[in-house]
């Protein structure tokens, strides 16, 4: 069975899920930050893993 499972990554700053994302349970234990371009900030902003 795979461990890839797919996440939500969400604006740090206005909180919306704005991209999905998949992530190795087994190999990536910590939670992921992206900077990724949010179009309700107009900004890139760090986009953090959320839960489902």
Known sequence: MSQTRLIKL?????KRIN???SKN???V???IQ???WCKWCRAQTVHKE???
């Open 50 to 52: 959320v839960k489902k």
């Open 10 to 14: 969400a604006c740090g700053k206005c």
């Open 34 to 36: 992206l900077k990724k």
């Open 25 to 27: 349970k087994k190999l």
């Open 19 to 21: 991209y999905w994302s």
């Open 29 to 31: 234990e910590r939670k």
